[in-house]
């Protein structure tokens, strides 16, 4: 199959919107539920320390033993899906769903954000609470449609896999080397949890938080 330079140029550009916001919105957004939810932070460093200990660097074999943390990707993935209307879909043929007749070339959106937060799937869906995925089959890869992240069927992201392992990779870095703290004078209260709607949905704010290395200093 010949390349051509547009070609290459066209798929580089693809990683960097499609991958780099994505990644970026769902640790800023999980970063923030952490920081909100202590108890989860502290469940989720631990998970993580046990399983690198004091090893410096988290490595990607490490990342099938991070059960929690991986829980924890999901939560965050339900309530702040990255792209939460998908991308635009065009009906082939006319159909009917649920009594709703769609003609053919109709443009619908998929509001994954708002089925992610549907009382019908989940128990305190505005609750942020990793554990409901503990013990649980429920995954994002496009079998549940409560949870739809990263879309279902023949359209949805090609790059499921390298998107999952960079989010686990860098939150477990970030978990095993800091402890994170509010800037003095801020509370949990204060964060402004405000999301701001478009193809991919940033926080309003930004997150500013302290972080405090976990290893002494090595001059190394
Ligand atoms: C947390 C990470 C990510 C999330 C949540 C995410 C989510 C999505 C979603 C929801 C779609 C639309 C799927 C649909 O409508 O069914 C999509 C499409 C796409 N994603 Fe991702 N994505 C992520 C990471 C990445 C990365 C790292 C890349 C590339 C390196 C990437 C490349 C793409 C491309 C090229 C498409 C368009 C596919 C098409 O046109 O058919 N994504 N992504």
Redesign the pocket.
Known sequence: MPLTMDNVKAIIL??FA??TD??FI?LDWGMTELITNPIVMEKAQAEVRGIVGERRIVLESDLPQLHYMKAVIKEI?RLH???PV??PRESMEEITIDGYNIPAKTRYFINAWAIGRNAESWENPETFEPERFMGSTIDFKGQDFELI?????R?????IT??TA??ELALAQLLHSFDWELPPGIETKDLDMTEVFGITMHKIADLIVVAKPHFPYKNT
């Open positions: 693809d990683m499609a991958g994505t990644t769902t993935f899906p990255p792209v998908l991308v992240p990263f879309g279902a069927g359209r949805s992201c090609p790059a390298f998107g960079s989010v």
